[in-house]
């Protein structure tokens, strides 16, 4: 493709140069403006993009503010479940917003991300709601392509999918593994694109996986994506039911179980 024809946002492109702006140096300056000591954040962070997870911890009075976490957008949130010690962080919603706080909490001491968002359903294998652990993700939106060459996919780390085979067999809520769409753009989810996008057998419509995937891929860091597929995109009346406590119940046993799984396999090395 010529330089005339080549979109800007695969212009210029050297994916083996280093980062001109850096996050630990924009939590440098914020450490500073703010006056706050240098914290490490847990060593298990949540991404919860709909924010019901926080909101039902903090409504339980389970979770406390970390002081440390200097992001200029977000709050990040800490609480203790089954002997483990959790970040969550809610409401970074979208690809860019997803990876701009994962390389911010990577670089304060994250060893591993787990991300939760609600999906749309794409193909109707059963009634919502029930989750996805996102083996894969279709690559339309912007930000995975800062971090990757252009291909079709970002993958889920090979060793974490490995070492969560089987992990969610005896939960009652289902936990099902397969492809997802990552969209920038839900309202402008065209019923050719569902069409086309359900022909290639992807599952869901959500908004970070793909980014996600390709950061984790570039960086080298553990980051693993479920699906919460609750909607089937407006369609039907009655739409938008997560379960019981807004899903949040299901949610964090699935977080908890995928992190001790983690642990015990080794792919999560504490301490």
Request: net charge negative; glycine share 8%; proline share 7%.
């Amino acid at each position: 493709m010529s330089d005339e024809k080549r979109p800007p946002i695969l212009a210029d492109k050297n994916y083996d140069m280093p980062s001109a702006f850096t996050p630990e140096n924009l939590l440098r300056e914020a450490r500073r403006q703010k006056a706050a000591p240098v914290d490490p954040v847990p060593d298990i962070c949540l991404l919860d993009p709909d924010g019901d997870v926080v909101r039902r911890l903090k409504a339980d009075g389970r979770a406390r503010r970390h002081e440390g976490w200097v992001c200029y957008h977000t709050e990040l949130y800490v609480f203790d479940e089954n002997g483990l010690t959790l970040g969550v962080l809610g409401c970074a919603v979208g690809s860019s917003f997803a990876v701009l706080v994962a390389e911010e909490l990577f670089v304060s001491g994250c060893k591993l991300l787990i991300s939760v968002t609600s999906a749309g359903q794409i193909t109707p294998v059963q009634a919502p709601p029930y989750f996805i652990l996102i083996d894969r993700a279709l690559r339309d939106e912007g930000t995975s392509y800062h971090y990757m060459p252009p291909s079709n996919y970002s993958d889920a780390p090979e060793a974490l999918l490995g070492a969560l085979e089987g992990a969610f067999d005896d939960l009652e809520i289902p936990v099902l593994k397969g492809a997802t769409w990552t969209t920038d753009a839900p309202f402008r989810e065209t019923q050719d694109a569902i069409d086309g996008v359900r022909r290639h057998g992807l599952l869901a419509v959500e908004m970070e996986a793909a980014a996600l995937y390709a950061f984790a891929r570039a960086r080298g860091k553990p980051v693993i994506c479920f699906a919460h597929v609750t909607n089937q995109m407006g369609q039907t009346e009655g739409d938008f039911e997560k379960g019981p406590a807004d899903g949040t119940t299901d949610a964090l046993r699935i977080v908890l179980k995928a992190a001790q799984r983690l642990i015990d396999t080794g792919e999560l090395p504490l301490g």
